[in-house]
Structure formats: structure tokens, C-alpha cells
């Protein structure tokens, strides 16, 4: 696949102080329940509950949040930021998987108490600023947040160092974005992928959809994206998607070898996702005479 080059997003901050198969939509059971805040790999950390995976990308210019999670959420993450010895309000960028309550709920709050930037591609950028007001799944609305900056696909994010780019890999919303890093631990460089969204839900109209008409083929691109991608450690939205909790034991057990170094996760999970939306795709397909 080629890929046209990317465009660059610098964004300048001020010093601070001090393999699993992913569901098909993951149920909101104990979504809040508090997880320990851990270091995945390098300068990347997670901060998010036992279901919503929030990501915290740190940098001596300040930090990046992917991820807000619910309202509710925020304090929760904001604790497990300073259980790390980080300050929360040196957030400088907050980022989404995708526009819905569980992943952006809590992004006008964490404006509010950290003046962070915050950036959306496009297809989720109104629907954030409008708190999901009629788009959003089984009701979900939540409060509007601003939106500093639109993204586009493969824009790169910039702070103290740090290089995200941000693809478009829309299907579950129409502005789902993944994001790609490249970290360093000890004298080895790691790419990680932080996966933007599922397949389909059950309930996803792919055939004649009003109003999401490219829908289908929306998925089958981002299903190619994925496969593409170099990936040394997948993450996800929910932790569930890369087996958070089970990587989290083992390396609790044995710290001599970093479990969330899973190389052939992302391609088996992309693999698995295509296979349910081609499936629904074809139990949707109008039945000939």
C-alpha cells in the first residue's frame, strides 16, 4: 500500500514539573472499575479503568491523553496519572479513538482542569463539539467539548520529542483514528499501535445505510490499514482488546519480559474483525429471487 505523505501538526508545550480476540462491542460491566495505573512500554503508560483504556504518552514538555473516558471517568484517570508521579494538569493534548460517551465523555472536563488542546479527526470533530447529540449509540450523549483542531488522515501530532500520526480508520464511527508511535526501551525501538475502534456492532446497518452510505467500505479500508501496519505492541479502546488484564499478571510475575510485546496481535485481531464484518456484510445482502 502507499501511503501520501504525512501532514505536520507541531504543537509546543511549556516544560512540567515534577493474543485475545476483541469483542464484537465490548459491554459496559464494570466499565469504571478501577485498574492499576501501569507502564505499557517506554514513555507509554496506561491510566484508564479495567474496560475503558485511557493512554498517557509522557514528554519532559508536557503529556498526551488518548482518551477521556465517561465524565465520570476523569477522576478516576486523574488519579492514576499522579499514582505514576505524574501532574495531571501538565496534560497538554488530548486525543480519541472515537467519538462515543465511554471514550470521549469526559474530554470538556478534562479541558476544563487542564487547558489541554484538543484535537479530533474529521467525521468526529462535530460530533464531539456537539456531545453526540443525535449520533450517539443507545443515547449516549454527553457533555459538548470544544475542538481546538480538526485532524486529517495521517496528520502527526508533535510535543517535546514525541511523534504521533493519527489514521483514519473509520467504520465504527466515521472519524475513527488509530494512532501510531515509535518508543524506545533499553536500546531497542518498539512500534505501537493504539487500535481506533472494532468492527461492526450487531446493530450496524452495512447494506443501504442513510445515513452512513460508505459505511462497508469504510470498514473493508480500515481492515486493510490494520493489516499494514508495523506493530510490535497493539493496544486498544477497551483493555479486553489486547488482553490487558492477563499481559498485566504476567508481567507482574515476571518482569523480565514485557508481555505487551505481542507482534502477531494486531494482524490476528485485524484478521478476526474482517471475518465478523464479512459475515454480517453478507447475512445483510439483499436475497435474490
Known amino acids: 500500500m502507499t501511503f501520501a505523505a504525512l501532514r505536520l501538526l507541531v504543537i509546543v508545550g511549556t516544560p512540567v514539573g515534577a493474543g485475545v480476540s476483541p469483542p464484537i462491542w465490548p459491554a ?17 503508560y496506561y491510566v484508564g479503568s479495567s474496560n475503558l483504556a485511557s493512554f498517557l504518552i509522557t ?13 465520570h471517568t476523569v ?23 472515537h467519538a462515543h460517551a465511554d471514550h470521549v465523555g469526559g474530554h470538556a472536563l478534562v479541558k476544563r482542569l487542564t487547558g489541554a488542546k484538543v484535537l479530533v479527526m474529521a467525521g468526529d470533530a462535530e460530533v464531539v463539539q456537539s456531545g453526540g447529540k ?29 511523534a504521533l500520526t493519527a489514521w483514519l480508520t473509520s467504520g465504527h464511527t466515521r472519524g475513527t483514528t488509530s ?11 518498539y512500534d505501537v499501535v493504539i487500535i481506533g475502534g472494532s468492527g461492526p456492532r450487531p446493530d450496524d446497518r452495512l447494506v443501504g ?7 462497508a467500505d469504510d470498514f473493508a479500508r480500515t481492515f486493510q490499514i490494520l493489516k499494514s501496519l ?21 508481567w507482574q510475575a515476571d518482569s523480565t519480559r514485557n508481555p505487551f510485546v505481542d507482534p502477531q496481535a494486531l494482524p490476528r485481531m485485524a484478521s478476526t474483525l474482517e471475518k465478523r ?13
Open 134 to 162: 443525535g449520533d450517539a449509540p443507545q443515547g449516549r450523549e454527553w457533555e459538548p467539548s470544544p475542538v481546538d483542531q480538526v485532524l486529517r488522515d495521517r496528520d502527526e501530532v508533535k510535543l517535546g520529542g514525541i
Open 28 to 44: 459496559p460491566v464494570a466499565a469504571d472499575t478501577a485498574f492499576p495505573a501501569h507502564r505499557v512500554i517506554g514513555n507509554v
Open 179 to 189: 494512532w501510531t508511535l515509535n518508543v524506545h526501551e533499553g536500546d531497542k525501538r
Open 209 to 215: 445505510n442513510p445515513t452512513y452510505p460508505t459505511i
Open 59 to 71: 514528554t519532559d514538555q508536557g503529556h498526551i491523553l488518548v482518551n477521556s473516558g465517561f465524565e
Open 277 to 289: 464484518f464479512q459475515d454480517q456484510l453478507a447475512r445483510q445482502q439483499p436475497t435474490r429471487p
Open 230 to 250: 508495523p506493530c510490535d505492541v497493539p493496544l486498544g479502546p477497551h483493555g479486553n482488546y489486547y488482553g490487558m488484564e492477563a499481559k498485566y499478571a504476567r
Open 75 to 97: 477522576p478516576l484517570i486523574q488519579a492514576s496519572v499522579e499514582r505514576l508521579g505524574f501532574r495531571f494538569a501538565d496534560i497538554r493534548i488530548l486525543l480519541a479513538s
